[in-house]
């Protein structure tokens, strides 16, 4: 079959051969190399020639058994390569999913610049996708980045380090005579130099250096890293040309929609099929019965036609009858009833506790109260989930714009009962991810409806599709209380946390708080306490999991906490803080107080805190730790007489360690702001009946370009590890709004969306 | 049915009347960077000019469409090397995160500086609030359509 071979799809041809060379010289096991078998690099050979270093990323070791650790701890399993060809051009595979987050740019920034490369010549392909070889392939969790951050700077001061040694033994001189950049190196004693590319082939003769040896540059030495790089799909992308899923075009393909139950666990009693059948284009319609795993594939009725307008029109003339006699009742005006009732009594079950709160309550110098409360939200990427598939003789084949291509693979062998070497994901970019595309199910749903027409099928989703079958980030409900003593000092924090679970055990994904969230491990006495409540809706990772709802509460709280104890809120948090340390020893993904206490001075002091407003204008502050950033962002607001709202600028400061690529990282940020502002301000799913709704963009009100405040991003470059931007900016912002309008306009807002209590922009 | 799309003519053969523009550019015709965001002319995606006029292909029957002047982001560029200076002013913001959107973008902005070379700021929100970006990627969405708009008053790049 031949797919539309984007060149992002013909790297992975060139890749396996680079893989079978690695593998062939190290089966030789020649001593030529002279590697040691703890060694993280390995140089390969590939047609072509020029210096290719494979070397491996995110060592298994990490994630995997401890079997698993001791077997990667003796074998050398390269899953990442670097390649300085003859012509001087520098290649480098990307091997996870580019969904938005700019990783295909800021990894082969960080390899760049240790080997000094000249950036213009620096070429990035998408690895394909074969765990077996590269290990995790998935985008979540804000995780990229520090876990391949070592590796990929030793492999480029290796490769720079090999090009040194070439050029130093050509000239017959020192290494320590020779410098480099922009892919040369410079003799400085005679002004000889030579470049990458007329090195790449001696180099490549040379033995590695000694791992051991290789220095790393000091963050003040780089000339890349923390600079302001633009993406490398950008002229893809303004030029339109096929990245995506949407835009896969597979000879001899079929167009394909899917019609499932609106409420979740509906059956199909009994479809018009025949009559769909003879609509204009449409080549079959039948039910799919599914397995019942809402993760992969539900009952519905496909319908598989010449072309997507062809099977969207019959779709509108398709009639099913559901059995909805196990499908879900829930209702979020009934659930919202629920927790207001629980709110008040003992929680069901305890999370963590310290010190005695009861005591702390009945000897605080006041104590305040608060029920927040936060909405079910769409994850509402804007290319609607779809897959190409193609089933054939025993081996099926995807193109998925998906988060998780790696966990693809063994869904669809499991599903269609297929070893995974007959199964095939070409990954696509992604129009969005959130954390939607970290769940399978179109690409399974594709694959089924290929399987039975036999032919090729992009499987498209309709936008209405899209809302309704999401995996939702869950509401929630928090019941807080909390004390102060009398020089205003928090000294008790209670919080029952109403959530839902699926099966009366364990909070659904996204449900869940951690036994140490902030501020647990700053009171003396904290009492977390949880009470479920039943939901048959799928609910899922949506940005910044937990904390995006958590954040609004907690910090918003805090706020009531300050004010109730008549202190300025920036002096209160860093009261709170305390003396720089990590509140969980050991751990360098929990938070620093130190590295908190600055991005809270930092914020405050970028927007002006404390300096006079006029009436009717405020700034709210708040801060929240996530996926190890650190983050806190200053809103400054006002609000007229009804209730309208105007966002004026959000002040950000991070300590996320070295930036990579300052103009990736800062767009991630204003659009963590965006969106955060985003859905607090309009944004809600309601069910009614197990029934999701709004369906579409017109009643699902998304910021617009006129609203989009002025969004100031300031990072403290701290010499920390680096960690992930994709969400960390996004849970401080809808507290730090609450807290302006609170400022502006003495209402204390407990309940999103805001247009809940009559606010408008 | 003759389509005359970024200066070429198409045939689109068997194609309903109605069918929405949209998916004749994307199916018949292999012009995928207009893309399908909502199907109800709310989010942007699908923005294409037709006679210079930014329009939803997506509400577009495409009967209405033919014989007439259709240019998608495919064409907005004179040529390969050459691009418009909106393309030019995306890569150099570094404007897109996903992307997906940002056709669509290009494709209104492109519209507006065509008839108002001088655009306020009032008048690049106003019409760019028809096309939805979920990244947020606004505000060097404004920044691109300013640079860009003063480069083009600066007339053709020698």
């Given at each position: 079959m031949s797919a539309s071979l984007h060149s992002e799809f013909l790297a992975d041809r060139e890749l396996r051969e680079l893989i079978l060379a690695a593998e062939e010289r190290d089966a030789r096991?020649?001593?030529?190399?002279?590697?040691?078998?703890?060694?993280f690099l390995k140089l390969a050979g590939v047609a072509g020639g020029g210096l290719v270093l494979a070397f491996s990323l995110e060592p298994r070791a990490a994630f995997g058994s401890a079997e698993e650790s001791a077997r990667t701890a003796t074998e050398f399993a390269p899953n990442a390569f670097l390649r300085v060809s003859p012509d001087g051009s520098i290649l480098i595979y990307s091997?996870?999913?580019?969904?938005?987050?700019?990783v295909k740019t800021s990894f082969a920034m960080i390899v760049a610049e240790e080997l000094d490369a000249?950036?213009?010549?620096v070429r990035v392909e998408q690895a394909r996708i074969d765990p077996a070889v590269y290990g995790r392939q998935s985008a979540g969790g804000s995780r990229s980045i520090p876990a391949s951050w070592d590796q990929l700077r030793r492999a480029g001061a290796a490769a720079r380090s090999m090009l040194v040694a070439a050029a130093a033994k050509e000239w017959g001189v020192?290494?320590?005579e020779c410098r480099t950049g922009k892919s040369r190196v410079l003799h400085a004693g005679s002004e000889r130099e030579l470049g990458y590319g007329e090195l790449a082939n001696r180099a490549a003769a040379l033995p590695l250096p000694d791992e051991s040896r290789l220095k790393l540059k000091d963050?003040?030495?780089?000339?890349?890293?923390g600079t302001r790089v633009t993406g490398v799909d950008n002229h893809a992308l303004v030029t339109g040309k096929?990245?995506?899923?949407?835009?896969q075009v597979v000879s001899g393909m079929l167009y394909a929609v899917f019609e499932k139950c609106a409420a979740v666990g509906g059956k199909v009693v009994e479809a018009n099929l025949d009559e769909v059948k003879?609509?204009?284009?449409?080549k079959d319609a039948f039910v799919i019965e599914g397995n019942g795993n809402v993760s992969e594939v539900m009952p519905g009725v496909a319908i598989v036609a010449t072309s997507t307008w062809a099977a969207l029109s019959a779709r509108r003339k398709l009639r099913v009858r559901w059995d909805?006699?196990?499908a879900s009742t829930d209702s979020w005006k009934q659930s919202v009833e629920r927790a207001a009732e629980v709110a008040?009594?003992?929680?069901?079950?305890?999370?963590s506790r310290r010190g005695d709160v009861d005591r702390a309550f009945q000897t605080a110098a006041k104590t305040v109260e608060g029920f927040y409360s936060y909405p079910f939200v769409a994850?509402?990427?804007?290319?609607p989930q779809n897959t190409t598939a193609s089933y054939k003789d025993g081996r099926i084949e995807v193109w998925a714009p998906t988060q998780t291509p790696d966990r693809a693979l063994t869904v669809l062998a499991s599903l269609l009962g297929l070893?995974?070497?007959?199964v095939t994901i070409h990954q696509t970019r992604a129009g969005g991810g959130f954390g939607r595309r970290l769940i399978n199910d179109v690409v399974c749903e594709a694959a089924l409806i290929s399987k039975r027409v036999g032919a090729p099928v992009k499987l498209q989703w309709t936008r209405e599709d899209d809302m309704q079958h999401d995996f939702y980030r869950v509401g929630g409900f928090h019941a807080l209380k909390g004390a102060v003593d009398a020089s205003g000092k928090l000294t008790a924090w209670h919080d029952h946390f109403i959530t839902f679970s699926a099966d009366s055990k364990d909070p659904v994904a996204g449900g869940d708080i951690d036994?140490?969230?902030?501020?647990a491990l700053l009171t003396e006495s904290f009492r977390l306490g949880q009470t479920l409540l039943p939901l048959a809706t799928p609910c899922g990772p949506w940005r910044a999991p937990r904390s995006n709802g958590i954040a609004f509460a907690v910090q918003s709280f805090l706020h009531e906490l300050a004010t109730a104890a008549n202190r300025d809120h920036l002096e209160f948090l860093l009261e709170l803080m305390?003396?720089?340390?990590?509140?969980?020893?050991?751990?360098?993904?929990a938070l620093h107080t130190g590295r908190a206490a600055n991005v809270i001075r930092r914020a405050a002091a970028e927007a002006g805190w404390g300096k006079p407003l006029p009436k009717g204008r405020g700034r709210g502050l708040a801060f929240h730790f996530s996926h190890a950033g650190h983050f806190a962002e200053v809103a400054e607001v006002s609000v007229d007489t009804?209730?309208?709202?105007?966002?004026h600028r959000v002040t950000v400061a991070g300590d996320?360690?070295?930036?990579?690529?300052l103009s990736g990282a800062e767009n991630q940020c204003q659009g963590a702001v965006i969106d955060g502002l985003s859905t607090m301000l309009g944004l809600e799913m309601d069910i009614e009946q197990g029934r999701l709704s709004p369906h579409n963009f017109d009643r699902y009100p998304m910021l617009r370009l006129a609203h989009a405040p002025e969004v100031d991003v300031h990072f403290i470059?701290?010499?920390?590890g680096p960690t992930g931007v994709?969400?960390?900016?996004?849970?401080p912002l809808a507290p730090a709004v609450c807290n302006a309008i609170f400022a502006a306009a003495g209402e204390r807002l407990?309940?999103?969306?805001?247009t809940r209590a009559g606010y408008t922009i | 049915m003759r389509l005359r799309v970024n200066g070429k003519e198409y045939t689109a053969e068997g194609?309903?009347?109605?069918?929405?523009l949209l998916w004749v550019l994307r199916d018949?015709?292999?012009?995928?960077?207009t893309k399908y965001g909502c199907?109800?002319?709310?989010?942007?995606?699908?923005t294409v000019h037709l006679n210079g006029q930014a329009v939803r292909s997506c509400l577009i029957p495409v009967a209405s469409a033919a014989d007439q002047a259709i240019i998608t982001i495919e064409g907005l560029a004179p040529s390969d090397e050459a691009l418009h200076p909106l393309q030019r002013a995306w890569i150099d913001q570094d404007?897109?995160?996903?992307?997906?959107?940002q056709g669509g973008q290009l494709m209104t902005a492109a519209a507006l500086l065509a008839k108002?070379?001088?655009?306020?700021d009032a008048d690049i929100d106003q019409a760019l609030s028809g096309n939805l970006c979920r990244c947020g990627t606004y505000l060097r969405i404004r920044k691109a359509v300013r640079l860009a708009a003063a480069e083009l008053r600066k007339g053709p790049r020698s």
């Open positions: 096991s020649s001593g030529l190399l002279g590697v040691s078998r703890r060694s091997k996870g999913p580019e969904i938005g987050q700019g000249d950036w213009s010549r020192s290494e320590s963050r003040k030495d780089y000339v890349l890293l096929p990245l995506f899923g949407i835009d003879t609509l204009p284009g449409v909805e006699s196990r008040s009594q003992a929680p069901a079950a305890t999370v994850h509402a990427p804007m290319e070893h995974a070497s007959r036994a140490n969230e902030f501020p305390g003396e720089p340390r990590w509140l969980q020893p050991g751990n360098t993904f009804k209730k309208k709202l105007a966002v996320i360690g070295p930036i990579v690529n470059q701290s010499d920390f994709g969400e960390p900016a996004l849970p407990r309940t999103l969306p805001l | 194609v309903e009347e109605a069918t929405p018949n015709l292999g012009l995928v960077g199907g109800i002319g709310a989010c942007g995606a699908c404007v897109a995160q996903c992307g997906y959107c108002n070379p001088d655009p306020s």
